[in-house]
């Protein structure tokens, strides 16, 4: 029966992607093409690894996902007109591109500031070890000692303020300014040490550029295939690497009570028979296609098998690390399993179903596939004349809506990953046409 119903995502990614095929609009079937390939498949190929008990619910929570995202993205397909992008520069939006500059700029200097320290300037020029490099990385983000807000605003940056004056500048013939910008941004991005902010404003910056440059070369389209290009190596990365660990199981003495994930021998295997393909296969394999969906299995799990706690709506505010469902459901299954990778300030972070599932069943599910449904088509909802500030928020809002829901709760996504900011300002920079282009559409 849970087969069944991933068939059915199946079916309905393989309509969105003729469809947007067939209109020359393959961007706008990016969040279908992205969870598709990052959940869907994922949790095809681990079907037979995972609990028995929570395939069921996970099955349920990923077709309401896969359907809302696809009627969204078939929607947004069907109204794209394309119509045109307006050159014509308003000076408000020139004063709200000052500001974010300034923001831009004073936000990481403050935070180097309060932080004390720069964990890759310690990596590299610090003679530091590698455990001293993981806690400082913590200590920079995580478990910094300043309002939760201001964490918040710390991510912007590099996740919607960036990409922003980095565009803008350069459509504004100000390439130099531009540069100078991007050297900040990326440097500022790597200095937790981490990979996540780098990728995340990558992938800000380029959808961003499609939408905001769209006019001038038709680049959404080639932006599209480029993206499926990847993820069909990400998905031949985790099937290879997945492979090769399952065929390894006897030799790394899996630490497992109920069966095993290729995740699981690559955390079970010591130093000396450590499985490595190659660096970036074992990297795109491991963190992109297999871990995903297994996290999101352990929260299922946990929340509907054993220890089935439950989860009250007022919980998404806590702020405690050790109160957080992704702590408790991290350290439930992967540091009291595997304590030599993990330390108890794990965060395991689930997808937005498994999340949803979590507060109150896929019900609660259900509910949020809705508010994800409207909120894909307001983003990306066209206007004829938009100006571009408002395409590179499109473009940002919908690499969101494609990079995070794998991996990330609605909460999340509307307010650290700051997707509730792009929709407020999608709302007061387009104001009354927005209404007036919506009546017209449906008519």
Known sequence: MSLLLISLSVCEFALVAGFAVRKLKLIQAAPSLVWFALMTLPFIYQFQFFPTSPRMSQSIGLLIISTALALGDW?????????????????????????????????????????????????????????QVSQDREDFVKLLDVPYLLKVLFHWVSVIFGPICVLWFYLMKRKLVAALILVWIVFYTL??????????????????????????????????????????????????LGETAVSRESECGVVATQGFTPGDVMRSCSAENEIILNPIVNRLGYRV???????????????????????????????????????????????????????????????????AFSLGGNFFVLMVAFILFFIRIFVTFPIPGDSRLVRILQGIGL????????????????????????????????????????????S
């Open 399 to 442: 690499g969101q809506l494609a990079f995070l829901p794998n991996s990330a709760p609605m909460q999340a996504i509307l307010l650290p990953q700051g997707l509730g900011l792009i929709l407020f300002l999608l709302l007061v920079l387009r104001g009354k046409g927005l209404w007036t282009a919506f009546k017209s559409k449906i």
């Open 289 to 355: 296609f297999l871990t995903p969906v297994e996290v999101s299995n352990h929260w299922y799990d946990y929340f509907d098998g054993s220890p089935s706690e439950k989860r009250k709506l007022l919980d998404v505010f806590e702020r405690e690390n050790s109160k957080q469902a992704s702590n408790k459901v991290g350290v439930w299954a992967y540091t009291d399993r595997f304590p030599a990778h993990y330390g108890k300030s794990i965060s395991a972070n689930g997808s937005i179903d498994a999340d």
């Open 191 to 240: 200095s937790s040490s981490a990979d996540g902010p780098i990728v995340i404003f990558c992938w800000a910056l380029v959808f961003a550029a499609g939408f905001a440059m769209s006019n001038r070369l038709n680049i959404n389209n080639y932006l599209a295939v480029g993206i499926s290009s990847a993820l069909l190596f990400v998905i031949a990365s985790g099937i290879w």
């Open 75 to 131: 929607f947004s397909i069907k109204t794209d007109k394309s119509d045109g992008i307006q050159d014509k520069t308003p000076s408000s939006h020139s004063r709200i591109i000052h500001l974010l500059t300034f923001l831009v700029i004073f936000i990481p200097a403050f935070h180097y500031w309060v932080a004390g320290t720069i964990p890759i300037l310690d990596q590299y020029f610090g003679g530091v070890t590698p455990n």
